[in-house]
């Protein structure tokens, strides 16, 4: 009996960039249902415009370096940045300041860089921290304030006036988030006295934050979809959680004193920072041992920059500051490979 000799590799099925790049954003749509039922459609308003900023400047600056327009568009990885940053911008963030974002990330951060692929640093938390640092009004005061919380809530009316036009009325629709009111008032006030604050709806515990609990859940959801269909590893998700996991229990134990646990994990931007964009495959560690350091090193930052620094939520800053070591951790932590008696590592020679 004859066998047929096929080298390497064995695929089993078609895939590509484009297939990716779709799955992840269809593992968005949780989140994004999470987000418009709590808060209004601001972020339905927001993922649109940054789409089309996203689309519009990549076309451009492919054109100008003379590459294939409709080839690289359809990878959709424009689209992916633009839903990421979109959906870590605040809901009701001036339409300019999406524009400023968006087409930074795309024209700098990304094609400058030689496009997909090439870029090391993570294109939508480049756009989202140039922002949050150049136009910090806007960027803390458009949070969305829970529908519960409103009287009418916020129709797709007035979302779009709070976007594109009139800013008088913002403050009737806006308030702090759970993480900002903890972190700001702790130390000043008992966590009972926090709790009592409208946006925590269970005086006994700040997990049941309004509506950003559901919305963590859901992105959770869309993140194990994910894990499910192979397109990333556990390491970096689980190391990122379980360090920011025990941070907050050997340090923040006291609720009177730190954050607690609960609004670590189920408030912010935690769950889309450690399924959605920590797990980036351009920018983030690729090897095991990498990936495990990559993660933890990411949950250090944000509690650190959380509990000491200046923002209640730091996923962006923490992630930025981790693209730029990754390169160091792949080199120092390559696996064994197959002939050699021990991993080649750093400056270290083949054996």
């Avoid at 339409?95 to 990304?110: C, G, Q």
């Avoid at 859940?217 to 894990?227: E, K, P, R, T, V």
């Avoid at 340090?251 to 450690?274: N, R």
């Amino acid at each position: 009996m004859k066998f047929l000799n096929i080298s390497s590799p064995h695929a089993t099925r078609a895939g590509n960039t484009g297939n990716v790049m779709r799955r992840v954003i269809l593992a968005t749509i949780p989140g994004i249902i999470a987000l418009t039922y709590f808060f209004g459609p601001g972020h339905l308003i927001q993922i649109a415009l940054a789409t089309c900023v996203a689309l519009v400047c990549e076309a451009a600056v492919l054109k100008l370096r003379h590459k294939p327009i409709l080839f690289n568009l359809m990878d959709y990885s424009a689209v992916l940045t633009a839903v990421l940053l979109a959906l870590s911008l605040p809901p009701y963030a001036p339409f300019w300041v999406t524009i400023v974002a968006t087409s930074f990330a795309i024209i700098v951060a990304k094609q400058l860089y030689g496009g997909l692929g090439q870029n090391p640093f993570n294109p939508a938390m480049i756009g989202f921290a140039l922002v949050l640092v150049s136009f910090p009004v806007a960027m803390t005061t458009s949070w969305s304030a829970p529908s519960e919380l409103l009287e009418n809530g916020i129709s797709f009316g007035q979302a779009l006036e709070l976007i594109f036009s009139s800013r008088e009325t913002i403050d009737a629709y806006t308030m702090a988030t759970p993480l900002d009111v903890y972190k700001h008032q702790v130390g000043i006030e008992t966590a009972n006295e926090i709790l009592a604050n409208p946006i925590f709806t269970d005086t006994s515990s700040p997990a049941t934050a309004t509506g950003w609990i559901w919305v963590n859940l859901a992105f959770l959801a869309g993140g194990l979809f994910m894990l499910f269909k192979g397109l990333f590893t556990w390491h970096i998700p689980v190391s990122l959680l379980g360090t920011m996991g025990l941070l907050s229990l050997f340090i923040g134990w006291d609720s009177d004193q730190y954050v607690p646990l609960s609004l670590h994990m189920l408030a912010g931007a935690t769950m889309l920072g450690a399924f959605f964009i920590a797990t980036d495959p351009v920018t983030a560690s690729t090897t095991p041992l990498g990936k495990i350091i990559y993660g933890g090193g990411i949950g250090i930052l944000i509690y650190v920059i959380r509990t000491w620094g200046s923002y209640p939520d730091a996923v962006a800053f923490a992630v930025l500051l981790m693209n730029f070591a990754a390169p160091f951790i792949d080199q120092y932590t390559q696996p064994r490979t197959y002939g050699h008696k021990t991993a080649t590592r750093g400056l270290a020679k083949k054996d």
